[in-house]
């Protein structure tokens, strides 16, 4: 034992003798087993190790009093001083879950102990554990040299991305049935706050869809957990098993899975459904998905059916999505047309489903960076209030790590009409007399609530300014838009960027032919960095990318603020061009070409020594709009030539 762990044993003995008295059963001293040393998971895995293995682990002790108490403890120190941890017991009943491991600053050393006496505590050999996280790699494990963000896809029962473990969290709300066959009754079903359903009527079901047609969930046996008294049936799936409160059923990967409650007891409702898939996520490297403890070398395939709580993110997601320095949760916290306007409002963990309007809890986003080191790009709601502002800053301060930074952006393309803020900032604009040109008054009071918003959250994070970022967005298109709300925003505080979103390859195609892949990749390079000067009195100037950014980097210049991009990337889409080019912009995605369609983009962006590029969106089904870099999430780098050209440069 080391010097520091004597010292810390006797006093930490007198303290725990005063609280705890009359320990009725003796228990022998928790040995931690492995590993030795918690600074990284593995070589391959940059995330924290957080799951250790305790030898004569106990629960609960008895005493005296008949009170039972926890009979095992954790804590780390630092000869200075100390900390319990909080810590979850796993299935087996001896390893242990270390929460929140991320949040530690330094290299702190870990015990165990186990009451043995009221005047004698037993404590474990000691061990390092640590907050650093291993370099980022990409997915042929190179090392990650540089900083890009990503957006993620929406997070809907129909996305092909299933980055939650528990698929219940994905699927869509319930819709009211009946027993003999109809899908949707049109009637309303009896719900508490959660989304849990309380009572049925007479022959009523409540359906849920776990994934919708363009999902990609693995094939093999899946585990449906419960609580409550019921039926429920599963559809679309064979060799269903029953068991209490546990439903074990097969899917091939075709069609839906619905799960349907057929009968609940209102006294004891049935609540608290999680569906789990097969497989599980690798003990020293979460990123890397098992079946078995062989996919894992010499370590444990820890399963989804018994580690969803401690493991709550899929490895298949976790992998794709790790070499990112930023993520943008845009699309996570479903900001556009949002109508949340109080906290209150906001969605929360205990949701049966995360797929609705309320989206995705905070929480859970603050927990995937903090899992991923990760900063966090979040956009309030363009109705939010100050309080929910205020709340939302807290947030994220007290429990993002204090190594990761939280960039703000309000709301989404406030200057786009096609969506609900657009219009609510140009009325406020108006009202406000900020102009009485209508585009200008919108674009100026974005400019007002924007500053509003990082002022608020800049006094929350007073003492500690370079954890916020204040991101102010404009149209790329239209230079002009960043001239006006700079204007504005700089009579009413500081802000750190300014974003745009240099898509390429978009507008109207109809009176366009192409060959072939080639021909459209031709295309795209032009409209990133023509071979030929447009003047700048060319109506078609700013059709260019290297006009557009050009022009912007002059505005964020003059205001001393770093020019980056909220989404990026290609923009190849059917809703305005000739039907007969949807297949081909489809392969063209899928093409070679396409790789070096965004190194073109890259160095264009170099050139002009951009900051930060945040590109849209990590996957997604290929159609009028192919966004995604991968088209599901378990596709090789050999498929996907946009995450080959995002990783090289990652990497370059």
């Not at 090392?143 to 993620?152: D, G, P, Q, T, Y």
């Not at 079901?205 to 693995?218: C, E, H, M, T």
């Not at 109705?383 to 929910?388: G, I, R, S, T």
Request: charged share 20%; aromatic share 12%; proline share 4%.
């Amino acid at each position: 034992m080391l010097l520091g762990g004597c010292l810390v044993k006797s006093w930490l003995c007198l303290l725990l003798s005063l609280a705890f008295i009359g320990l009725s059963t003796c228990y022998a001293e928790p040995e931690i087993l492995a590993p030795s040393v918690l600074k990284f998971a593995s070589e391959k895995s940059r995330l924290p190790f957080a799951t250790i293995k305790v030898k004569d682990l106990h629960p609960s002790c008895a005493y005296n009093n008949g009170y039972n108490f926890p009979c095992t403890f954790l804590y780390v120190t630092d000869y200075e001083d100390f900390w319990i941890l909080p810590f979850t017991i796993e299935p087996g009943g001896d390893y242990i879950h270390i929460k929140d491991v991320s949040a530690f600053s330094k290299s702190l050393t870990l015990f165990a102990f186990n009451f043995n006496s009221a005047s004698n505590v037993e404590i474990s050999k000691p061990f390092l554990i640590g907050a650093e996280y291993g370099p980022r790699k990409t997915a042929d494990g190179k090392i990650v040299k540089r900083e890009l963000s990503m957006n993620l896809e929406h997070f809907v029962d129909w996305s092909v991305s299933y980055s939650q473990v528990n698929l219940m969290k994905r699927a869509r709300e319930p819709i009211s049935g009946d027993l003999w066959g109809t899908w949707n009754n049109g009637d309303t079903l009896n719900l508490d706050q959660y989304g849990n359903v309380l009572s049925l009527k007479p022959n009523q079901v409540a359906r849920y869809v776990i994934n919708g047609a363009k999902a990609q969930y693995p094939t093999g046996t899946y585990t449906l957990y419960y609580e409550g008294t019921g039926t429920i049936a599963v559809k679309n799936v064979s060799d269903l098993t029953y068991s209490d409160n546990e439903i074990s059923f097969y899917y091939d990967s075709h069609g839906l899975i619905e799960v349907a409650i057929q009968a609940t007891n209102p006294a004891d409702p049935i609540r608290n459904i999680r569906v789990l898939p097969p497989g599980g996520s690798c003990l020293e490297d979460q990123t890397l998905a098992c079946s078995t403890n062989s996919d894992c070398g010499s370590n444990t395939c820890l399963l989804h059916k018994d580690f969803y709580q401690q493991r709550k993110f899929h490895p298949d997601f976790l992998s794709l999505i790790q070499p990112y320095s930023t993520l943008r949760f845009l699309n996570w916290t479903k900001t556009n047309n949002s109508a949340e306007h109080s906290w209150s409002e906001r969605a929360t963990l205990q949701d049966v489903t995360y797929a609705t309007e309320k989206a995705v809890p905070l929480e859970l986003i603050a927990e995937l960076s903090n899992l991923l080191g990760t900063d966090t790009w979040i956009n309030v709601p363009h109705l939010a209030d100050d309080n929910y502002v205020f709340q939302l800053a807290n947030l994220f301060k007290s429990t993002l790590s204090k190594k990761l930074k939280l960039y703000l952006e309000y709301s989404n393309e406030v200057w786009n009409p096609i969506f609900e803020q657009a219009h609510y900032a140009q009325q406020n604009g108006l009202a406000l007399n900020l102009s009485s040109d209508p585009f200008q008054a919108q674009l100026r009071y974005y400019a007002l609530r924007a500053m509003q918003i990082e002022n608020l959250a800049g006094q929350v994070f007073s003492n500690q300014p370079g954890r916020l970022v204040k991101v102010l967005a404009t149209q790329s298109g239209n230079p002009w838009t960043s001239e006006v709300v700079l204007t504005e925003a700089v009579k009413h505080g500081s802000f750190d960027k300014l974003a745009i979103a240099p898509y390429f390859g978009g507008g109207d195609t109809s009176n366009l032919d192409f060959a072939n892949e080639q021909a459209v990749c031709d295309y795209l390079h032009n409209k990133i960095n023509p071979a030929f000067n447009v003047p700048e009195s060319d109506l078609t100037f700013t059709n260019y990318i290297i006009n557009q950014i050009t022009k912007h980097k002059q505005h964020a210049d003059n205001y001393g603020v770093e020019l980056i991009t909220y989404e990026a990337g290609q923009h190849l889409a059917v809703l305005w061009s000739n039907p007969k080019n949807k297949t081909l912009f489809i392969d063209t995605n899928r093409h070679a070409c396409m790789e070096e369609v965004y190194n073109d983009f890259f160095d264009t962006w170099e050139s002009i020594n951009g900051g930060l590029v945040s590109l849209y969106r990590m996957s997604g089904e290929f159609g009028d709009e192919s966004f995604g870099m991968v088209e599901g999430l378990t596709q090789s780098l050999a498929e996907t030539p946009k995450r080959r050209a995002a990783e090289a440069y990652l990497t370059k």
